[in-house]
């Protein structure tokens, strides 16, 4: 069992926590990787507010025999959403729109029903009924947003702006307004744009400049620069090509004039979980990260508040009739969690997860890129529960 270690600030008895515990972890991941169900893992766990652990195992690479790294950078998919939801509340500060706002007032196509009622509330919980991800309801097959407005790219003749958000929404609601938690990162897509209509800045340009550069979060990107590129996990000979574009220079990210017009807001971060943990220690803060304020108190407050009241989650084959979420973050409860209440989170498709517990004063972010499995729990749900059992 090979673990690489990286920079720690403290041991982690000086915090309160055990550290044989990380044994257990290690033996965890290995046995995953050994069955072939994750390539490697990558974690950083920080415990009242210092690091006490970051280290990696295993391949780095999901097309190439390389190590995985503690600063290896990966794509963190969903957890970009909890970030956009950060710049959403901060021009929620700036008294630019309400959550209350109605998303027809920033983005006209939204005027007409069924769409003339949502809100950026809705949008923010998952609750607007637009489109949901891949695979949310596999016995019913409508179009994606995705699809249509692929299908609307494949028909324009080029001249002037393609509009992508009327595509997106040709196809209607997917359920009724504010009844059930359905999973869309097209509407986090639309939250981006309503961040570029409402600051004047392009959706990826405003959070960079007002979150992840004030963070010090010199490792996090929209896209990487060739150096973070040379260290990035490829998930695919895809990815690979793309990311040897950037290490080459020869990349476009404005290369498509239909997909690249639409925010990455959803899902397009890369970074590494010790960029993510200076995020946890930032909405720990309440909104501060020493003496940098990106966020006021009451709007963390809000964000890490429970939203949601007997609205149902039946997606991807869940039967969970009152969905735990906040705004932009997760906060689901239940015997197969061991954090404390009032924990928030975010997964990461492919995979990742952030988990912030405030009451332990406990962050842990980890990379665990799936291998020949799509989605099992144990990389997460088992390796939240070992982390928390060091907890003296």
Not at 34 to 55: C, L, M, P, Q, R
Not at 93 to 119: M, T, Y
Not at 278 to 286: I, V
Request: charged share 20%; proline share 5%.
């Amino acid at each position: 069992m090979n673990v690489i270690q990286g920079k720690t600030e403290c041991l982690p008895e000086e915090t309160g926590y055990d550290s044989s515990r990380l044994e257990v972890l290690h033996r965890h991941l290995q046995k995953l990787m050994d069955k072939e169900v994750i390539f490697g893992a990558e974690y950083t766990i920080s415990h009242k507010g210092k690091i006490i652990a970051n280290a990696s195992m295993g391949q780095g690479s999901a097309v190439s025999d390389v190590k995985m790294q503690p600063d290896t950078v990966f794509s963190i998919a969903s957890i970009t959403k909890p970030i956009t939801t950060v710049a959403i509340m901060q021009l929620v500060e700036e008294g630019l729109f309400r959550l209350d706002s109605k998303v027809a007032d920033i983005l006209p196509q939204f005027a007409e029903p069924p769409f003339n009622e949502i809100q950026i509330h809705h949008l923010l919980t998952h609750t607007s009924g637009i489109s949901p991800d891949e695979g949310c309801f596999p016995d019913v097959a409508p179009k994606s947003a995705w699809e249509l407005i692929d299908e609307a790219g494949q028909l324009w003749d080029g001249e002037g702006e393609f509009d992508w958000v009327k595509a997106g929404i040709s196809g209607g609601l997917r359920g009724k307004l504010g009844t059930r938690w359905q999973y869309s990162s097209f509407g986090f897509a639309l939250l981006g744009e309503i961040i570029t209509r409402t600051s004047g800045q392009r959706a990826e340009d405003y959070i960079m400049e007002h979150i992840i550069k004030p963070l010090g979060m010199n490792e996090t990107a929209f896209i990487p620069t060739a150096e973070m590129a040379k260290r990035a996990f490829a998930k695919s000979e895809r990815h690979k090509k793309r990311l040897d574009q950037i290490i080459a220079g020869t990349y476009d990210p404005d290369g498509d004039p239909i997909w690249s017009k639409i925010p990455s807001t959803g899902g397009g971060l890369m970074s590494t979980t010790n960029d993510l943990i200076r995020f946890a220690h930032m909405m720990l803060g309440k909104g501060r990260l020493g003496d940098v304020r990106i966020l006021g108190r009451k709007s963390v407050e809000l964000m890490t508040t429970k939203q949601l009241h007997n609205i149902p989650d039946y997606c991807w084959g869940a039967n969970e009739p009152d969905r735990g979420y906040g705004l932009g973050f997760d906060m689901r409860q239940g015997y197969a969690h061991t954090y404390s209440p009032g924990t928030f989170m975010h997964e990461g498709s492919g995979t990742c997860s952030i988990d912030i517990d405030p009451v332990e004063e406990l962050a842990v972010v980890w990379f665990v890129p799936f291998n020949k499995v799509f989605w099992v729990p144990e990389p997460l749900y088992n390796v939240q529960n070992i982390i928390w059992s060091g907890l003296k």
